[in-house]
């Protein structure tokens, strides 16, 4: 089965990061809906630093 995604036209290797940063977030005591914010702000920002396509 796929995994879930959770943040549109992002990577399968910035999927698992998100989910690594979500669970690490988590650990260090934060609410789901921050930890989630944290991961996903994480992963935006590297797929945009690494210059991907942007999609059209």
Known sequence: MPQ?????????????????VK?????Q????????AIAAATVVKHHNENRHAKSK
């Open 4 to 20: 879930k995604q959770h943040l549109p036209n992002v990577s399968d290797k910035e999927q698992r990061m998100y989910e690594h």
């Open 23 to 27: 669970e690490s977030e988590l650990k």
């Open 29 to 36: 005591g934060r609410p789901t809906k921050r930890a989630k």
